[in-house]
C-alpha cells in the first residue's frame, strides 16, 4: 500500500473513531424525508439521547449560506451537547434561491416543524416545546418561524396541514431582519443589485420590489404574541450589519416580546473562535433550558 493510502486510511479511521466517541450515548438519524417538493425531496438529520424517561423538547436547526448554499450537514457538530442533556436535535434543509424563490424557505421550515409534530409520538418529542436555531440565513428564517406563526400564506403545501407550525424558543445568529434597511452600514457585500443574495431570494431587485422584501422581513411581522428571542451577533461582522439584530431587538421590544441582544465582541460573521466560546454556549443551554426544558 502507498504512503498516500495509507495516510487516507488512517484519516478515515480517524473520521470514524471521532464520529463513534462524539455520538456515543446518542441516536444519530440521517436522510429523514419530511417532504417532497417538485423541486427535490427535502430531509433531515436527527441527534437526540438513546434513553429517555420523558418526553424530549426539540431544537431545531437552520443552516446558512445566504439562501443559495449550505447542508443540514453542518447542524449535527453544534448538536452534540444539546442531545447530552436531553434534548431531542433535528437540522433541517430548505430550498435554495436557485431552485424557488420565498417563500418557498419559509414554508419548508414550517413544513419541517408540521413533520415533527406529526411524528411526536413516534419520536418522543413534547410536541408543545419545539425551540429553532439558525445562523444567518438560517437566523432570518429561524426569526420568520417565530414572527409568522399566524400568517397562513407562508405554510406552504408541504404537508402535515393539520399541525401548527408555531415554535416556543428562536434562536437567531446574526440574521437579515430587514432587507431595506440592510444597506445602512458599509460591508463586504452589496445587498442592492440583481446578484444579491436577498436579490436571488425575493426574484427582483430590492429597491425595485419593495413589498416583496417587506414580505421576507422578520421585523415586519412582529407581535406580542412572538416566543422569546434571544439575538447573538458580532460587531465585526461585515456581511450582516449589526443593526440587524439591533432593529428587530428594538422591535421586539416594542412588541413587549421576551428578548436578549447579546453582542459578540470582535464577533465577524459565522465567526468560529468567538461563537463556539463556552460563554456563548452557557448562554445558549441557558435560554433554552428556561423556556423548552
Known amino acids: 500500500m502507498s504512503i498516500y ?24 438519524l440521517q436522510d429523514i424525508e419530511f417532504t417532497n417538493s417538485k423541486e427535490r425531496a427535502l430531509k433531515m438529520d436527527i441527534l437526540h439521547p438513546k434513553i429517555s424517561a420523558k418526553s424530549m423538547p426539540v431544537l431545531v436547526w437552520i443552516h446558512g449560506g445566504a439562501w443559495r448554499e449550505g447542508s443540514r450537514k453542518q447542524g449535527l457538530k453544534h448538536f452534540v451537547s444539546f442531545a447530552r442533556q436531553g434534548f431531542f436535535c433535528a437540522s433541517i434543509e430548505y430550498r435554495l434561491s436557485h ?23 413516534e419520536f418522543h418529542i413534547d410536541p408543545q416545546r419545539i425551540g ?15 414572527t409568522t406563526h399566524q400568517i397562513q400564506e407562508f405554510e406552504g403545501n408541504g404537508g402535515w396541514a393539520n399541525y401548527s407550525s408555531c415554535v416556543q424558543a428562536v434562536c437567531d445568529w446574526f440574521g437579515p431582519t430587514d432587507f431595506l434597511r440592510i444597506n445602512d452600514f458599509p460591508r463586504n ?10 436579490a436571488a431570494l425575493i426574484g427582483g431587485i430590492v ?15 412582529v407581535s406580542k404574541d412572538a416566543p422569546p428571542f434571544l439575538i447573538m451577533h458580532g460587531d465585526n461582522d461585515l456581511l ?24 459578540v465582541k470582535n464577533g465577524g460573521h459565522g465567526n468560529k473562535k468567538e461563537f463556539s466560546s463556552r460563554a456563548i454556549t452557557k448562554k445558549m443551554e441557558k435560554f433554552f433550558k428556561k423556556h423548552l426544558a
Not at 8 to 26: D, H, P
Not at 189 to 198: C, K, L, T
Not at 207 to 221: D, G, H, L, R, W
Open 5 to 28: 493510502l495509507k495516510r487516507i486510511c488512517r484519516f478515515t479511521k480517524a473520521i470514524f473513531e471521532f464520529e463513534r466517541n462524539t455520538y456515543k450515548s446518542l441516536v444519530h
Open 207 to 221: 429597491v425595485e420590489n419593495q413589498e416583496k422584501a417587506a414580505k421576507a422581513n422578520p421585523i415586519t411581522f
Open 189 to 198: 457585500i452589496d445587498f442592492a443589485p440583481a446578484d444579491s443574495p436577498e
Open 240 to 263: 450582516v450589519p449589526l443593526n440587524q439584530s439591533q432593529l428587530l431587538f428594538d422591535a421586539l421590544k416594542k412588541a413587549e416580546v421576551e428578548v436578549t441582544l447579546e453582542v
Open 132 to 146: 429553532v436555531w439558525g445562523v444567518s440565513a438560517g437566523g432570518h428564517l429561524a426569526a420568520l418561524l417565530g
Open 99 to 121: 431552485e424557488a424563490i420565498f417563500p418557498a424557505q419559509i414554508e419548508d421550515c414550517k413544513c419541517a416543524i408540521r413533520f415533527l409534530r406529526a411524528h411526536a409520538q
